[in-house]
């Protein structure tokens, strides 16, 4: 049975002692040998940021967990053509082991596989129209001919679109494309529970379980290069905090949770003036103050699958540049000013992990679109066996460097790789 996992083959050879004893099926030994292809996909630029395409084995080196390993298969991708410089040897089989059969290799393997996830439950309302101009855009720029895509969203968008080739299907979703993300005084006006405001957490674990379990499915397809693209306004678990807890002046202008004001009215002079120190209030922010933890390891655990998955993640902020609060919306600039800040983070995070590119704060949509393609359009396939036979490590970080005449060049690519724990149990070599 061959499986591919994360990028890379995973070959379980199954040897059976028999020597014409006449044992019970119960009674047979059974011995395994696992050997494993990684393979990453990288890109890589000059000083002037252009793509390198005339690079050889030699020019690159790979290290898994700072030691070095050897190439054994090169491919390029330029333009979308693939070159198959160098070509992958079978993988060595101990003496005795009776391989399978190999699995044929399909031909279509120049066209690429996108995925494109609507947040709208992280979109607002006032942006659908940006929203749609967006998708109008990839449609037309950055999916071709030959790409396989398919679409998905997280709240009332309600869009499932399968795996396809057909360009019609992502021109319907677009007519569905609707924001549906929480108003900053929805958030502060919301209940908050033993680790923040509920609705928020909800709508963020929706939203990744969502790509979560579409990225499982990537898993199951081969020799294409995969991207995620990932439209949202972002995630932070801990939100307009002080507004929310009602530890700001109550002479603001700007407005808290109404639970918070009514209390205030009802305080003394003196009671107003301790407000920093309502014992309520402090509860509740040492209960919330792992949230940024919280939301760092979910993400982590999204970028782990998406590496496992071997597919890249580009997120996109269709809010654009981001000046201020609506102008409708009583919030504190600065309680505002942090909240864009993080959400513009965790983008970034799950971008960068997975080596990918974040496209937030921009406006500029045409020209970050025409990066993606390229990224997608130009790279290498470098594979390796890797000389960690040890499957208790399951986590192994990647580096790889690349030179032309000498000099270093930019490499974009994973920087890691989490192996699946095996079906059985591990026993340790002597």
């Known amino acids: 049975m061959i499986l591919k996992i994360r990028g890379f083959w995973s070959a379980t050879l199954l040897v059976a002692a028999a020597a014409g004893l006449a044992a019970?099926?119960?009674?047979?030994?059974?011995?395994?040998?696992?050997?494993?292809?990684?393979?990453?996909?990288?890109?890589?630029?000059?000083?002037?940021?252009?793509?390198?395409?005339?690079?050889?084995?030699?020019d690159f080196e790979i290290y898994e967990d700072g030691v070095r390993q050897d190439i054994v298969s090169m491919t390029l991708t330029h333009g979308g053509r693939v070159t198959n410089v160098l070509a992958a040897p079978p993988a060595p089989a101990p003496e005795g082991i009776i391989l399978p059969p190999p699995r044929p290799v399909a031909s279509d393997v120049s066209g690429r596989v996108f995925l494109f996830f609507?947040?709208?439950?992280?979109?607002?309302?006032?942006?659908t129209g940006r929203?749609?101009?967006l998708f109008r855009r990839i449609t037309s720029d950055l999916v071709h001919d030959g790409d396989m895509f398919a679409i998905v969203s997280s709240g009332p968008s309600s869009i499932a679109v399968d795996m396809t080739y057909d360009k019609r299907r992502l021109e319907e979703a677009i007519k569905k494309m609707t924001g549906?993300?929480?108003?900053?005084s929805d958030i502060i006006a919301t209940s908050s529970g033993p680790d923040g405001p509920a609705e928020v957490r909800y709508r963020a674990h929706t939203a990744f379980s969502t790509v979560y379990d579409v990225l499982r499915q990537l898993e199951q397809i081969h020799n294409r290069r995969k991207a995620v693209v990932y439209v949202s306004d972002g995630y932070d678990f801990n939100p307009f905090q002080?507004?929310?807890?009602?530890?700001?002046?109550?002479?603001?202008?700007?407005?808290?949770?109404?639970?918070?004001?009514?209390?205030?009215?009802?305080?003394?002079?003196e009671e107003n003036e301790n407000r920093g120190r309502d014992p309520e209030a402090e509860m509740q922010r040492q209960s919330e103050q792992f949230s940024d933890a919280d939301l760092a390891r979910e993400i982590a655990e999204l970028t782990r699958q998406a590496n496992r998955a071997n597919a890249t993640i580009y997120t996109i902020d269709?809010?654009?540049?981001?000046?201020?609060?609506?102008?409708?919306?009583?919030?504190?600039?600065?309680?505002y000013q942090a909240f864009v800040t993080k959400t513009q983070d965790s983008l970034r995070v799950l971008a960068d992990e997975t080596g990918g590119i974040a496209v937030v704060n921009q406006n500029d949509f045409d020209k970050a679109l025409e990066r993606i393609d390229a990224e997608l359009s130009?790279?290498?396939?470098?594979?390796?066996?890797s000389n960690n036979p040890d499957p208790t490590r399951r986590r192994r970080?990647?580096?790889v460097k690349a030179r032309k005449d000498g000099l270093p060049l930019e490499v974009i690519g994973r920087k890691e790789y989490v192996l699946k724990p095996l079906p059985g149990p591990v026993v340790a070599k002597p």
Request: without cysteine; hydrophobic residues 30%; aromatic residues 8%.
């Open 118 to 127: 609507v947040d709208d439950l992280h979109v607002e309302f006032s942006n």
């Open 24 to 58: 019970q099926p119960q009674d047979r030994p059974t011995f395994s040998v696992q050997v494993n292809l990684v393979t990453n996909d990288v890109v890589v630029r000059d000083a002037d940021g252009n793509f390198v395409p005339d690079l050889k084995k030699e």
């Open 378 to 385: 130009d790279y290498y396939v470098l594979g390796y066996y």
């Open 180 to 184: 549906n993300e929480l108003r900053p």
């Open 318 to 335: 269709p809010r654009g540049l981001v000046a201020g609060t609506d102008i409708g919306e009583q919030v504190d600039p600065m309680q």
């Open 131 to 133: 929203l749609r101009d």
């Open 242 to 269: 002080d507004a929310r807890l009602g530890t700001m002046d109550p002479n603001s202008p700007f407005q808290q949770n109404p639970f918070t004001m009514l209390r205030n009215q009802s305080a003394t002079p």
């Open 397 to 399: 970080e990647i580096q």
